[in-house]
């Protein structure tokens, strides 16, 4: 993460061998990630010889039901809480999570003139 978009862009260009991870994330997270994210994308776990295979054989993946996954009938990790089928309380973003609104002062010098009206 970086503050600013070339900052990101330059940490991208360095490449995934270059990337540091928290703590939380070392070990099989880690390992899998940087074999989903090469830069060269035969060089992909996916994409390697073995395909599809070699995402479900890794580490990460170890005890996951992929033939429940598949069949539809693995339970989902979260159910939100509805109160009935036309609640849509869970769409609405909590007013702190918003970002900060963008000042504008209109430089009321016409350019927007006839832009999105409505006759």
Known sequence: MAPHPMQ????V??????ASFPIACQGSPERLIRALSRPLPAERLAVK???I????????????D?????????PPPY???????????NFFADPKDLPE?????????GWD???ATVE
């Open 79 to 89: 159910v939100p809480d509805v109160a009935d089928d036309e609640d849509l309380s």
């Open 49 to 51: 010889p073995g395909g």
């Open 113 to 115: 003139e006839g832009f």
């Open 53 to 64: 295979k070699n995402l479900q054989e890794h580490e990460w993946f170890e005890g996951f």
């Open 13 to 18: 260009m360095r490449g995934i061998d270059k």
């Open 66 to 74: 992929w033939n429940a996954l598949q069949a539809g009938e693995m």
């Open 8 to 11: 990101i862009y330059a940490k």
């Open 101 to 109: 609104p963008m000042p504008y002062l209109d430089p009321e010098d």
